[in-house]
């Protein structure tokens, strides 16, 4: 009897500790499932910032530390601004949250290289490409509104009885045109000669595209003439497309 007794004693207490040990494990498996959804959570929200503010952002180019305060003790890593697409820079970020110790998760400040923490789940928000994006997207808008000035230029030396003379800029400054002399002013001055709208002259950044038709980096008297449309990158760079005047 005392044996039966036993034998139930220790069957029920393996059962208990079976259903004990595989509520914890879900439980666990739940709280790191929680983990991982709220760092997909706060990337998208991380990057979504970083794109609001890019400007502003790799002006900058030592370490950012975004003003975010994170659950599960994690932590936001920041490299310094690094030049990662051929003269494109941005920030790399690493959200790191621990699931036993503290975020153990480093980043070099200096290359954005990430050593990921043997206990730390993570996710990157990687800036350069965010950068690279933004800084394409300006060159385009750039770029047409060089074309623009091509066909004013093209339209107004087919229909001048007195041929070929540079249309880029006024008379001010040497030229034969109407638009004014400029060397680094908002391309917006341009919508009375070339057409558009405000937005056809911002670039991905919000900020002017500028216009430069009498500098000395531009053909004002000797043909072929030329004038240029650019913008000011986050970094301190100008990006220059020039519009080459063309019968």
């Known amino acids: 009897m005392a044996h039966a007794i036993l034998f139930i004693f220790f069957f029920i207490s393996a059962i208990i500790s079976f259903v004990t040990g595989s509520v914890l494990g879900d439980l ?78 480093t980043i070099n400040p200096d290359t954005g290289e990430v050593t990921p923490g043997r206990y730390d789940i993570i996710k990157t928000v990687n800036g350069c490409e965010i950068q690279k994006e933004f800084f394409d997207s300006s060159v385009k808008k750039t770029q047409i509104v060089a074309v623009w000035l091509e066909n004013y230029f093209k339209s107004r030396a087919s229909s001048d009885v007195h041929g070929y003379r540079n249309y880029f800029a006024s008379n001010s400054c040497g030229a034969s045109g109407d638009i004014p002399c400029v060397t680094n002013s908002s391309a917006r001055i341009l919508k009375d000669y070339i057409g558009g709208n405000d937005i056809d002259f911002t670039t991905a950044y919000g900020t002017d595209i500028i216009f430069d038709n009498s500098s000395s980096e531009v053909n004002l008297t000797t043909p072929p003439y030329t004038s240029r449309t650019g913008f000011t990158t986050p970094w301190g760079d100008v990006k220059w497309i020039v519009a080459t005047g063309r019968l």
């Open 28 to 105: 666990l498996q739940q709280k790191e499932d929680d983990k991982v959804f709220y760092l997909q959570q706060v990337a998208e929200e991380l990057a979504y910032w970083y794109k609001n503010n890019a400007f502003q952002v790799d002006s900058n180019p030592d370490i950012v530390n975004p003003q975010f305060n994170l659950n599960y003790n994690g932590k936001i890593l920041s490299s310094k601004r690094i030049n990662c697409h051929n003269g494109v820079y941005g920030h790399i970020f690493v959200i790191a949250i621990p699931t036993i110790e503290g975020v153990q998760t």
